[in-house]
């Protein structure tokens, strides 16, 4: 990417202005067209890998919404429950939406987060630095809840039930009085269609603004702490090895600066995610009558400890799954972009001969 910002600077002063527009306007948008399929992809591979982690955060998370009980379980207890009734299946429960949610923000995230930096920096330069990549990041976060936070309300729900033996039996409706408000979900489809007809467009987007109060800082703080890290990688770099020729951001280090802005940012923002699960796995029987009733009877019920609960998993699910979303990215922007970076750079050096020769010329 730094390549492609200094060759568009040196091909400015060389070809007319109209064709340079226009090569840059196509450079541009085939660039931000890549951005968006890599994080697409890599969001997807991050989603699929750490999903057993995930549901363990989930059920750790809904347990007093499905029980009301205040004897919850440990993070070994539940991951011993789960493979205990439904085997590995129940902890791949809702990964088809899953997966397509994280397709969606991953496009989103990746894709808009360097256009919408670029233009923060130019237009508004007093927002330049960390504020540029806090707001492109969570620019970028919002625009995929649209497509995210249905996709989110499916898996979680799936996530809860486990399987139908799990779901349907009486140990089950004994010990989760709230369980049964909405029925077992065959599959993806079959949970969007009940959700719509039992609540319409509502319960799909239940605990939406709560998602946002959650991914929006989330967003944000990874990308701050992502770039200052890279910054500081890259200080550490020139000033301990000065004539290493190693790409500053390579995939190992997109796998290691990545895992370290997820996990930071997720610790952080553990409280606004329990708050969103616990409004999207409620169902239409309501105990929580939106984000601040939430947050207030969280807070008097389970003290901080409440409101932290599932923050070990949701660590342990966002420091691999960023890692591995980071340095997919970096390994994909670096491998296929090599070919079309060389490309660019013969285009300059020849338009720069051409330049001194046509000077030559007229001298």
């Given at each position: ?118 233009w923060i920096e130019e237009s508004h330069p007093s927002l330049g630095g960390h504020w540029a990549h806090f707001i492109a990041g969570a620019v970028g976060d919002t625009l995929g809840s649209f497509v995210y936070v249905p996709c989110e309300v499916m898996k979680q729900r799936m ?110 923002t553990t409280p606004l995610d329990v708050v969103k699960t616990r409004l999207q796995v409620q169902g239409s029987t309501l105990r929580y009558n939106g984000w601040f009733d939430a947050i207030c009877s969280i807070w008097r019920s389970e003290g901080a400890k409440g409101m932290f ?55």
């Amino acid at each position: 990417m730094l390549i492609l910002l200094h060759t568009s600077m040196a091909v400015q002063n060389s070809i007319p202005s109209g064709q340079q527009a226009f090569r840059d306007t196509s450079k541009s948008h085939f660039f931000v067209w890549k951005e968006f399929v890599w994080g697409a992809i890599a969001g997807a591979f991050g989603e699929g890998m750490m999903h057993p982690v995930d549901t363990v955060k989930t059920r750790i998370q809904s347990q007093a919404i499905l029980n009301a009980s205040q004897n919850q379980k440990s993070i070994l207890q539940m991951v011993r429950s789960v493979w205990g009734v439904d085997g590995l299946t129940g902890f791949y429960r809702g990964v088809t939406p899953g997966i397509i949610g994280s397709l969606a923000t991953g496009a989103t995230y990746f894709g808009v987060i360097e256009s919408t930096k670029k233009w923060i920096e130019e237009s508004h330069p007093s927002l330049g630095g960390h504020w540029a990549h806090f707001i492109a990041g969570a620019v970028g976060d919002t625009l995929g809840s649209f497509v995210y936070v249905p996709c989110e309300v499916m898996k979680q729900r799936m996530q809860v039930q486990g399987t139908r033996r799990s779901w349907s039996s009486a140990i089950v409706k004994d010990s989760m009085p709230n369980a049964q408000t909405y029925g077992y979900y065959k599959g993806m489809l079959h949970a969007g269609c009940s959700i719509w007809k039992q609540q319409g467009l509502k319960g799909l987007y239940a605990g939406y603004w709560s998602t946002l109060a959650r991914d929006v800082p989330f967003a944000g703080l990874m990308v701050v702490f992502y770039e200052t890290l890279k910054d500081v990688t890259e200080y550490g770099k020139k000033k301990w090895l000065p004539n290493s020729s190693t790409h500053p951001y390579s995939s190992l280090e997109g796998l290691v600066l990545g895992g370290l802005a997820g996990g930071f940012s997720a610790y952080l923002t553990t409280p606004l995610d329990v708050v969103k699960t616990r409004l999207q796995v409620q169902g239409s029987t309501l105990r929580y009558n939106g984000w601040f009733d939430a947050i207030c009877s969280i807070w008097r019920s389970e003290g901080a400890k409440g409101m932290f609960r599932g923050s070990i998993p949701r660590i342990t699910w966002y420091i691999p799954a960023s890692a591995l979303t980071f340095m997919a990215v970096e390994f994909l922007r670096n491998h296929f972009n090599e070919g079309a970076d060389s490309k660019t750079l013969h285009e300059v050096a020849r338009l720069s001969v051409d330049k001194k020769t046509s000077v030559q010329e007229v001298a």
